[in-house]
């Protein structure tokens, strides 16, 4: 094997997975792994689930530093990639030295959606993305009472769940006529919002946010509601979904539109330059989509390591699969559901322990699962992977 | 602190120290015993820190949970009587000296 150098920019799921799939794989060339943040590369699920209740933090980490130095895998820490210059096949920082590529693998995931909310930046209002986030809200939650979060996505819940747990008033405020709207069936929606009443939280559906209200100091007092309402906070969580960091690709003048745009085997419109994780756009299904869970981190890491190992392309194909846990409750996705034109649910939601089986054009395109584990592993063999194989449709998309 | 010993597929084997209180996989991972994958971080979603552990120490186990199993139901190498998620293992003072054997493949 040639001396190749692999550079992988973003050091999370997928960037991780990728240096380490390479390894394992027994690819010889050089491999540096860049993160902009100055930690070791860590996992971001447990951030808003065991994290908060005090999981160890060097348990976040996905190995520990002498991993890097054994695999020779060249981390390279607080190295913000601004631009990439493809003649050259270098990516350049701010300030420091430009490190050059064969092949370059952009793993740069996504951003909470900048809350276009006033009072944004009040102090006592968090986001939950990187570890910082959650360092300091760990922190404060310790003494707020009033807590409440704007957005009923998978994070916000999974919040609420912890912190309703801890005896803190918890209200979710939803701008949609229902809960993870863009991730689960109606009926999945309805059984959430049911368990998280019964919790105790509040939940306002169909409820926009007019803006973030501060006191003096700039520590937010209360969540001002479309309607001129005051919802009382002395912590607001904002998740109100990502977006895709593509300003790196679209500088360097890649194919780009709500993610970098990939082919079945994760190539960006420059054939040296793959895209992985949240931050890529892939053929899926007749379709384009972004998924925005570890499964499809992981397994488009692997897809792009087999193929710079083998030298044949590789094509992506595996089906998303995404967990979420709130309380004692275990949601299990595989699939997605958008798009299915039929579902049928199997036992009964009273139960607490139920699947969803969501259909298109009589194929079982996706299973949602709650506290029914046999059901998800079961689904994970049956749900139809056709789409996400088939040559004509990847291109056309 | 407690021993574990992990065999690999070659036979060749690697005996660890473990913190009490955290799990097999965990100590896998600090280790570079890079059987163990991990993907989910131990939150029992991926089945790919699949292990079979030693006939001679099942016993001492706590056995697993429901969930637990369904899960290894998803494992890629084959699943055993012996099969158990090493997240799922905690190590105690009574686990001391456990040994597991790794599996072929976790995905
Ligand atoms: C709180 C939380 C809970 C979650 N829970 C779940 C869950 O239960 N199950 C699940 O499947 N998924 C979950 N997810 C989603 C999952 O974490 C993401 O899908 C996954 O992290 C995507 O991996 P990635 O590598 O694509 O991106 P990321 O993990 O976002 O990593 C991208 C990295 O690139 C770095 N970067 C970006 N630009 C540059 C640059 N120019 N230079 C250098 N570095 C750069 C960033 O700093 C970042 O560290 C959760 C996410 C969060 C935030
Ligand atoms: S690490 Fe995923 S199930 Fe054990």
């Not at chain 2, 120290?17 to 991990?38: P, Q």
């Amino acid at each position: 094997m040639t001396q190749a150098q692999v550079v992988i920019v973003g050091a999370g799921h997928a960037g991780f997975t990728a240096a380490a799939s390479l390894r394992r794989n027994g690819y010889a060339g050089a491999i540096a792994l860049i993160t902009a943040e100055s930690c070791l590369p860590y996992q971001r699920p447990p951030l808003s689930k065991g994290y908060l209740d005090g999981l160890r933090e060097d348990r976040l980490s996905f190995r520990p530093e002498h991993f890097y130095e054994r695999k020779g895998i060249e981390l390279l820490r607080a190295y913000r990639v601004e631009e990439i210059d493809r003649t050259a096949k270098a990516v350049v920082p701010a300030s420091g030295e430009s490190l050059r590529y064969d092949h370059l693998i952009l793993a740069t995931g996504s951003t909470p959606q900048a809350a276009r909310l006033p009072g944004n930046d009040l102090d006592g209002v968090f986001r939950l993305h990187r570890r910082a986030d959650a360092d300091a809200l760990r922190e404060r939650l310790v003494t707020a009472r009033e807590v409440v979060i704007v957005g009923g996505g998978f994070i916000g819940l999974e919040f609420a769940a912890h912190a309703r747990g801890r005896g803190k008033n918890v209200t979710i405020v939803e701008a949609a006529d229902r809960l993870m709207a863009r991730a689960v069936t109606p009926v999945m929606s309805e059984f959430f919002l049911r368990e998280h009443v019964s919790a105790g939280s509040r939940v306002l559906l169909d409820t926009p946010v007019a803006r973030l209200v501060g006191g003096d100091g700039s520590r937010v007092q209360g969540v001002e509601l479309h309607d001129g309402s005051l919802v009382k906070a002395d912590l607001v969580v904002v998740g109100v979904g990502v977006r895709a960091n593509t300003g790196l690709a679209e500088r360097a003048g890649l194919a780009v539109n709500d993610g970098v745009l990939v082919d079945r085997c994760l190539r960006t419109s420059d054939p040296d330059i793959f895209a992985i994780g949240d931050c890529a756009s892939y053929p899926y299904r007749n379709r384009r989509a972004r998924h925005e869970c570890v499964e499809n981190a992981v397994g488009q890491a692997h897809a792009v390591a087999g193929t710079l190992t083998s030298g044949e392309s590789q094509p992506y194909r595996r089906t998303p699969v995404f967990w979420s846990d709130q309380a004692d409750l275990k949601l299990q996705i595989v699939g997605d559901f958008s798009g299915s034109d039929r579902t049928e649910v199997i036992s009964d939601p009273a139960g607490r322990s139920f699947s969803v089986n969501c259909y298109r054009d009589g194929a079982l395109i996706a299973v949602e699962s709650v506290n029914r584990p046999s059901d998800h592993v079961a689904a994970r063999k049956l749900v139809d992977r056709s789409g996400c194989s088939s040559p004509a449709q990847a291109e056309g998309s | 602190m407690a021993k574990i010993t992990f065999v690999r597929r070659t036979g060749q084997q690697e005996t660890v120290d473990a913190e009490m209180g955290t799990s097999v996989m965990e100590a896998a991972l600090d280790n570079d015993i890079d059987e163990i994958v991990a993907e989910c971080g131990g939150s029992m979603s991926c089945a790919t820190c699949h292990v079979y552990v030693d006939d001679k120490d099942l016993g001492r186990l706590a056995p697993p949970s429901d969930t637990e199993i369904a899960m290894l139901e998803g494992a890629a190498a084959p699943v055993k009587p012996s099969s158990r998620l090493s997240c799922q293992l905690t190590m105690t003072a009574g686990l001391d000296g456990i040994t597991v054997f790794l599996p072929e493949e976790q995905y």
